[in-house]
């Protein structure tokens, strides 16, 4: 299981998850309740409830480099370009726009 803190302008504004189902993403309640809080994407409205889909989210596959880019980003970091979720951890730490993806390191055994 891969998973990222996804913050909006510097606020932890939820998490997304890959698992061996698929991919969900859930904002935290306290960024619901934060009075300056907006939604990451249209697609991905203001609500308590998880997001679930067998696909990476459009918006999250949006950030990924492409083209030339996503080669140089795939022969540096030897990551295969078909593991979305690897790049989206790798790349968009530092994406330009509100929304970062920060990998959460996972204890070995959890």
Not at 28 to 49: K, V
Not at 73 to 89: C, G, P, V, Y
Not at 91 to 103: E, L
Request: charged share 20%.
């Amino acid at each position: 299981m891969k998973t990222a803190e996804i913050r909006y302008q510097d606020q932890v504004a939820g998490y997304l998850q890959q698992t061996e189902k698929g991919y969900s993403f859930q904002y935290t309640l306290a960024y619901l309740h934060h009075e300056n809080a907006r939604p990451i994407s249209l697609t991905l409205p203001l609500i308590a409830d998880e997001f679930t889909s067998n696909v990476l989210f459009p918006f999250f596959d949006g950030l990924i480099p492409e083209g030339w880019l996503l080669d140089i980003a795939a022969q540096n970091w030897k990551i295969d370009s078909r593991d979305r979720m690897e790049l989206l951890l790798t790349c968009c730490r530092d994406c330009i726009g509100a929304v970062s993806v920060h990998r959460i390191e996972q204890n070995p055994g959890s």
